[in-house]
């Protein structure tokens, strides 16, 4: 094996077995999985040491590519370029998402049996919004978890437009807010902003670390979003954290 490949195969294994976090303002540290780790349910198997060296190869060319974009749209905004009225974000492909997160939501469960929904979410760190599929979404990407129940959550509170009819975060219609997303690649989510309960794993001894009242999409209309796993219909990606500010 020459050189280049010993390097990326080097950085691919400190990528799987890097404890790494994402850290909040306010403390919050959120456990971050590898796309590659046994942990992540993207996990490829036993792969080669030559398949490996390929597919880091792939990783990394599409996130700089990301990267790219992100620049481009950056300049955009500081230079007051005209830009589509919804948020235009950078393509959201699995080849450049090194990492997901295992997110609960809710809870949606009654008592004495109160608990969450645990989700795989994609961490992109090209976008400000996070958002999940919601029960009732037409169309939908395939999903293998239920999708959120969000009428039976007792702590999902939509979030209403001011007496001025205007929302801090998305649009007012029929004086509830409401998000559309539109990515670089065509994808496209729509819904209600909407407060909840989040649960994230910590990368702090195995705990977990729940954020109440924080701001989300529920996700009502879902288009062109295509996770490019080998069994699609084993899909286990339920939405999106935007880590993007």
């Known amino acids: 094996m020459n050189s280049l490949s010993q390097n990326l195969l080097s950085s691919f294994l400190s990528l799987l077995i890097l404890d790494l976090a994402f850290a909040g303002p306010d403390g919050l540290t959120i456990k971050l999985i590898h796309r590659d780790s046994i942990e992540s349910p993207l996990y490829p198997g036993n792969l080669t040491m030559e398949q ?3 597919r880091l190869n792939q990783q990394s060319k599409t996130r700089m590519e990301q990267m790219a974009l992100v620049a481009a749209v950056t300049r955009a905004a500081a230079t007051n370029q005209t830009l589509h009225t919804n948020v235009k974000h950078v393509p959201v492909t699995l080849e450049g998402s090194f990492y997901l997160a ?8 009654v008592a004495p049996d109160a608990h969450y929904e645990s989700y795989y979410f994609l961490v992109d760190t090209g976008s400000s919004l996070t958002w999940t599929q919601c029960e009732g979404c037409n169309p939908c990407f395939y999903q293998k978890q239920p999708l959120f129940a969000f009428l039976r959550s007792t702590t999902f509170r939509e979030l209403l437009c001011d007496n001025e009819g205007r ?4 649009n007012c219609e029929d004086n509830l807010c409401t998000y559309n997303m539109a990515y670089g690649n065509g994808a496209v989510t729509e819904g209600l902003i909407a407060s909840e309960q989040f649960t994230f794993n910590s990368d702090s001894g195995g705990r977990t670390e ?5 701001l989300f999409g529920c996700g ?3 288009s ?3 996770f490019h796993q080998p069994v699609p219909m084993q899909n286990e990606i339920a939405g999106i954290i935007g880590l993007g500010r």
């Open 210 to 214: 729940t954020v109440d009242n924080l």
């Open 224 to 226: 062109n979003f295509d």
């Open 167 to 170: 929302c801090d975060v998305g």
């Open 102 to 109: 295992s997110v609960g939501i809710g809870p949606t469960k």
């Open 52 to 54: 490996r060296v390929v």
């Open 220 to 222: 009502f209309k879902q």
